[in-house]
Structure formats: C-alpha cells, structure tokens
C-alpha cells in the first residue's frame, strides 16, 4: 500500500518512517509527487491544519495520506509560539531567527516550562480523516545545544532528562517526542487498517 507523507520537510519524513516502520507500505513524500500543491496551514489548531494538509493531498492524489502539524507552546508565553513556531520570526521559515527570538522573548522570564505537542491526521482518498496526538513536556533552557534534529530542538530539554533533544540520537529523541508519540498512537490506531491495505475507515 503506498501511503503520501504530506510533507517535503526531510527530517520530519525521516522521523514519521522511522516511527511508523510498517512491512508492505510504501512512503512517499509531497516531493515525490511531481506538480503536487502546497496546502496553505491557516488553521488556528494544529488539528484543523493537520486534517487540512492530509484530506486535500488525499483528494488530490487518490493515495492515503499522513500528515501532521505541530509546535511548541511556551507556557510564559500564552503558549505561543503554537500553530505559528514554524514562522514565528517571519516568512520564510528560519530556525535560527526562531530560536533568537524565543530566547528574547523568554529574557527574564523564571518560568520557563514548554510542551512540543503534534497531531497527525490520516485521510482516504475520499478525504475522510481521522487524528491522533501527542505531546512532550520540557523546558526551555538559555542557551543552544547541541547539532541534532531542527528547529527549536537545541533550546527544549524535556522532563527526566538533562540533554536538549538536538543532543539525544534520533532513536532516543523519537521514543520521547511529541511527534513519536502521536506517531506511536497512530501505528497503534492505523497500522492494521494499513497494512490490511483495507478500503476505508470501519
């Protein structure tokens, strides 16, 4: 069964095979697909921007699709910056300027606790879609560590541990992650409907 990753962000595609890992399932990206549109994400739920992107390249494709959108909210900060931390320093998407900017935001800030939380939708090519999430409770520290992953993960450490997530391996950082856990509670949710490659949700 071949299944779309509504994504062209490398990593995330690498971290959502790794995770899902099912026998018979063929992944492929949004680059994979020639001529493919991006979806504008202007939901204000990382749920809404999630069914979004997987029910329209579902329809547009006539392949199952998996998708998700997820961020980080800082509780200092009204939980900001949510459905926007991917831009949260402007247009384009720029990690390092995110980063800059969130450690302005939190100077002199004592509290300094943050989740990273993901929701990861499923559609049939007919666009009915289902979702799942996860989320992963930390901290944000004052400085960068650390050369893994991307985005704000050089910043977050999250509870029980000491090492940023852009300091873990990627097998450590996915059996924690926001992403791993929605992925992990998709595969559980998911994966039989898949690997059956039946025609619909029961």
Same mark, same amino acid.
């Given at each position: 069964?071949?299944?779309?990753?509504?994504?062209?962000?490398?990593?995330?595609?690498?971290?959502?095979?790794?995770?899902?890992?099912?026998?018979?399932?063929?992944?492929?990206?949004?680059?994979? %697909?020639?001529?493919?549109?991006? %979806?504008?994400?202007?939901?204000?739920?990382?749920?809404?921007?999630?069914?979004?992107?997987?029910?329209?390249?579902?329809?547009?494709?006539?392949?199952?699709?998996?998708?998700?959108?997820? $961020?980080?909210? %800082?509780?200092?900060?009204?939980?900001?910056?949510?459905?926007?931390?991917?831009?949260?320093? $402007?247009?384009?998407?720029?990690?390092?300027?995110?980063?800059?900017?969130?450690?302005?935001?939190?100077?002199?800030?004592?509290?300094?606790?943050?989740?990273?939380?993901?929701?990861?939708?499923?559609?049939?090519?007919?666009?009915?879609?289902?979702?799942?999430?996860?989320?992963?409770?930390?901290?944000?520290?004052?400085?960068?560590?650390?050369?893994?992953?991307?985005?704000?993960?050089?910043?977050? %450490?999250?509870?029980?541990?000491?090492?940023?997530?852009?300091?873990? $391996?990627?097998?450590?950082?996915?059996?924690?992650?926001?992403?791993?856990?929605?992925?992990?509670?998709?595969?559980?949710?998911?994966?039989?409907?898949?690997?059956?490659?039946?025609? $619909?949700?029961?």
């Amino acid at each position: 069964m071949k299944i779309l990753i509504a994504s062209r962000n490398a990593h995330k595609i690498q971290e959502i095979r790794e995770i899902f890992d099912l026998p018979g399932v063929e992944w492929v990206s949004a680059a994979d %697909v020639p001529g493919l549109h991006d %979806v504008e994400e202007d939901g204000d739920t990382f749920e809404a921007n999630a069914i979004k992107k997987a029910t329209e390249l579902a329809r547009a494709t006539g392949l199952w699709a998996l998708a998700d959108d997820s $961020g980080l909210e %800082v509780a200092a900060l009204g939980n900001a910056p949510g459905v926007y931390s991917a831009r949260y320093a $402007g247009e384009p998407c720029d990690h390092a300027r995110n980063n800059a900017k969130l450690l302005r935001e939190l100077d002199g800030q004592r509290d300094r606790s943050a989740r990273f939380r993901c929701v990861a939708a499923l559609s049939d090519p007919a666009g009915r879609a289902e979702t799942v999430s996860g989320s992963c409770p930390g901290r944000i520290i004052e400085r960068l560590r650390g050369t893994e992953g991307f985005g704000y993960d050089p910043l977050f %450490v999250p509870d029980g541990f000491e090492q940023t997530f852009a300091e873990m $391996g990627a097998e450590q950082k996915n059996r924690l992650s926001h992403r791993g856990r929605a992925m992990s509670r998709a595969k559980d949710k998911w994966g039989g409907l898949i690997a059956s490659n039946a025609g $619909g949700f029961a």
